[in-house]
């Protein structure tokens, strides 16, 4: 033990000398800069961590349980050998030297940078006006069957979900967030954020409602599987990217829980091994691994790129074609790597505004597969008391493809996805090979021929006035534009703060968008842990108030702020006791400010003052705002700024103008970092 431990401490002084010259920066590389992932071997020492500049970094605690494969280890292993770990580099090597150093050592198995994946969605205008794709591949037919079962557990891997959509809400079992950002560690499973996996971006609960969107509840969509139990797991971050040691342990959470299917919509990094090695120990849990091909039109076979590319037995790697069953013209493909297609131009789906729009990209396609294996293990569970293995399913979907011109040069099964065929072949398959439980059958649905049709309303007006039983006001009122207030970039202060990047500042900084488009993000919120909520700000100057005009935020307004008291007073509002001294100018409804909404609280009469407060009485729940603007009797007194200059181009976007008289319910987005 000793001999070992001098050869590596020789190796590091050797490795040490030539980091010093290297001095290369990973600030600028599509990695995180100051970690890595490594898996030692079996024969390493002891102290071999710190001997190589390591220290752990990995905020998610081990898994209660262990798969197949790990439970026969030889309990007398290192404990840093059982798995692929996150580790921080503390002697002030380099990413890239770090690597070759630990891959030059006998005890090292693994070693490799934390590299950034990238979501695989394309968005776009809406192109059809029901969800074109459900009777294309034969939903319909493998609903006769099964409309879903919740014995099936599905891991969606992505941007998190809308927690409270109505069409997904019911189908959520559990979740959990471990975004790294801006060099900002990973939540802490002690810490409130951990579990708060709701999703501000909007690709995860696009995703999650194509695969798993309630049906015959009358509303909205219907997802490939109606009745699921969703394991959502939040890695990628607002910037629509996220890290290879992020999804691993999304992986490790979801296999904890014993997850049937993963859904992966993101990739785009180069081989890793430590992520090979984490599908293999999925496929010993029992888990199908479906993966986006990509959207940058390659042959994989040529130029891989993973996920993807991972020739692994338990993984099937997804196309997107279109309504006519042609290859999209952005998804990659490739003979011997991407088995199957299936449609992904313009999909209609859930969004994390709360309503329905549409996207296309690999990133949908991806969902379509895996809610269709959901169908099949519903059914294989439910009928014939089997739980299918990853590679039968596998199998099933690849063997019943509807077959296209241009399949059998650029898939594996030569074709575009028919879970109709796929769920007849399953059970004619367990009829003949299996005896079903002595169970009673399971109740069957019949849904109509036709996708289940979409409730698209036309959506309320862009500035609500608000409903309130206060009489007018008397004299002149400015309204201003959103961020055009006495109050704007004036201190504020909030009860609490739900994570550093929700201040109470961001509700006066004059920056209203409401589309992704507006980075960063101006919402403050206080912690949805705390109760009694508040938010206040102040003048320069006493002035004569005649309402106040609240705006909430499309991308992070998840919580509703309906009976919400505004008040006007001159004297700074430091708790709730405050409001003896302060005048009531008037309430939020109670049934709220609709995400993405402006509405103006009219004062009963003008109130002087040089104090706003926003206060919610209520326990356990969050104050969140994008803006106060306070409206003035008197527009002397004081002066407002000018609201920013918005271009042309950019108010295209984010204000296009009403067809056929209703303003669209969905926006063209492109967001930042959004690399498909």
């Not at 803006?627 to 008197?634: A, P």
Request: charged share 20%; hydrophobic share 35%; aromatic share 6%.
């Amino acid at each position: 033990m000793i001999r070992i431990k001098e050869k590596v401490q020789s190796a590091l002084l050797l490795l040490a000398l030539l980091h010093i010259c290297s001095g290369a920066s990973d600030r600028s590389a599509d990695y995180a800069p100051s970690r890595v992932l490594v898996r030692f071997k079996p024969s390493a020492p002891v102290g071999i961590v710190q001997l190589t500049g390591l220290q752990r970094a990995e905020r998610i605690p081990p898994l209660e349980k262990v798969t197949s494969r790990q439970a026969n280890v030889d309990t007398n292993v290192p404990d840093v050998a059982l798995e692929t770990r996150i580790y921080e580099i503390t002697d002030g090597a380099n990413v890239l030297s770090k690597v070759a150093q630990l891959r030059s050592l006998p005890h090292v198995e693994i070693a490799e940078p934390d590299y950034k994946v990238h979501l695989f969605k394309l968005p776009t205008d809406p192109g059809f006006n029901r969800q074109w794709y459900l009777p294309k591949i034969g939903a319909n037919v493998a609903w006769d069957k099964a409309t879903g079962s919740k014995k099936v557990k599905v891991c969606i891997i992505d941007s998190g979900i809308r927690m409270d959509h109505p069409d997904l809400a019911g189908n959520i079992e559990t979740g959990w967030n471990v975004v790294h950002e801006d060099d900002v560690p990973s939540a802490n499973p002690n810490d409130r954020t951990f579990r708060n996996y709701n999703d501000t971006l909007g690709h995860g609960t696009h995703v999650a409602g194509i695969l798993g969107a309630m049906g015959n509840n009358g509303k909205g969509i219907a997802g490939m599987s109606w009745r699921v139990r969703l394991l959502v797991c939040k890695f990628i971050a607002d910037s629509g990217s996220g890290y290879v040691s992020d999804a691993i342990s999304c992986m490790r959470l979801c296999r904890e829980k014993g997850a049937h299917i993963y859904s992966n919509s993101w990739g785009g990094v180069k081989f890793q091994k430590a992520l090979e090695v984490e599908i293999k120990a999925i496929q010993d849990a029992g888990g199908l691994f479906v993966s986006a091909a990509g959207n940058s039109a390659a042959n994989l076979d040529v130029t891989p790129s993973y996920p993807a590319s991972f020739d692994a037995p338990n993984q099937i790697t997804v196309a997107a074609s279109d309504a006519t069953d042609r290859l999209a013209d952005f998804s990659n493909f490739g003979a011997k790597t991407v088995h199957v297609a299936a449609p992904g131009v313009n999909l209609l789906s859930t969004t994390s505004e709360g309503d329905y729009g549409y996207m296309s990209g690999t990133s949908m396609a991806t969902p379509v597969v895996a809610g269709t294996a959901a169908l099949l293990q519903a059914v294989a569970m439910n009928e014939f008391n089997r739980t299918l293995t990853p590679m039968r399913l596998k199998r099933l979907l690849i063997q019943n493809v509807d077959r296209t011109s241009w399949g059998p040069n650029k898939l594996v099964s030569t074709g575009r996805i028919n879970a109709g065929k796929a769920m007849a072949a399953m059970i004619a398959e367990l009829q003949n090979g299996a005896i079903p439980a002595p169970q009673p059958p399971m109740p069957k649905v019949s849904p109509p021929l036709r996708a289940p049709p979409v409730s698209v309303k036309a959506p309320p007006p862009r500035s609500p006035i608000g409903a309130t039983t206060s009489p007018p006001i008397i004299g002149t009122v400015i309204s201003p534009v959103c961020g055009a207030s006495a109050i704007r970039g004036r201190p504020a202060n909030q009860s609490t703060n739900f994570g550093p990047k929700r201040h109470a500042g961001k509700a006066v900084n004059g920056n209203c968008f409401n589309d992704m488009i507006a980075r960063p993000f101006t919402c403050a919120a206080t912690d949805p842990a705390s109760s009694f909520p508040w938010w206040t700000s102040s003048l320069e100057s006493p002035a004569e108030i005649s309402g106040v005009r609240l705006t909430t935020r499309r991308e992070c307004c998840w919580s509703s702020i309906g009976g919400a008291i505004v008040y006007v007073g001159n004297t700074p509002w430091t708790n709730r006791k405050n409001a003896t001294n302060f005048t009531e100018c008037g309430r939020v409804p109670s049934s709220g400010i609709s995400a993405g909404r402006r509405m103006t609280i009219k004062c009963s009469r003008p109130v002087v003052g040089s104090h706003v407060a926003v206060y919610l009485p209520k326990t356990r729940t969050a104050l969140v705002l994008c803006e106060v603007d306070v409206m003035l009797k008197n527009p002397a007194v004081p002066s407002s700024p000018k609201p920013p200059m918005v271009p042309p181009s950019l108010k295209k976007v984010l204000d296009p103008p009403p067809k056929n008289g209703i303003p669209p319910r969905n926006r063209k987005r492109t967001p930042a970092r959004q690399t498909k």
